[in-house]
């Protein structure tokens, strides 16, 4: 059976939204998924699933969360090579160059981690709305299907 893991930060809840979405979807695809807090999760869990997923929220003009400082200086240190994985945070437009750049910052250490981009990631402005919420399960149906493609490689 395909595995995920689902790491969120957050502080006033919009991540744990997306990640709550992304955790369902799984659910009722059937897959076996975890979810968990970034300060409360080591980034070596990704190394016992298939597919790997971060949402994080963005801080003081691009920033990534501090409680997930950690995490992310040891996934760039992985090998995540065989692994899918996949992004997706809410931050705010109000920030205009800065909207969301803590999920092209984890996309970039995945990457480094040699893992494999299942799908484009998902930005999402504060809290997700319907068409958030459509956009995440296709994000979690293309993992799925990059997942299972792999696995039959
Ligand atoms: C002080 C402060 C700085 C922020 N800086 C950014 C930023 O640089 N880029 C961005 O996209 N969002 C920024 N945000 C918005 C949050 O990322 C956004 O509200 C997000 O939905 C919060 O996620 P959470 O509810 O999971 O904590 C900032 C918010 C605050 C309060």
Redesign the pocket.
Known sequence: MITAQVV???????????ADIITERFEDRGLDVNQSEISQTDPTVFNEVDICIV?P???????L?EEGMDFYDELNEMDLSGKIFGVA???????EE?????VDKFESAFLKAGATKGTDSV?????PDEIDIEALDEFVDALIVKAQTKNND
Do not use: H, M, R
């Open positions: 969120f930060a957050t502080i006033t809840g919009n991540n744990e939204d997306v949402c929220y963005t801080y003081d003009e691009g920033q969360p945070g809410s931050g705010d437009v109000f920030y800065y909207y969301n750049l803590a930005k999402i402005n504060l809290e």
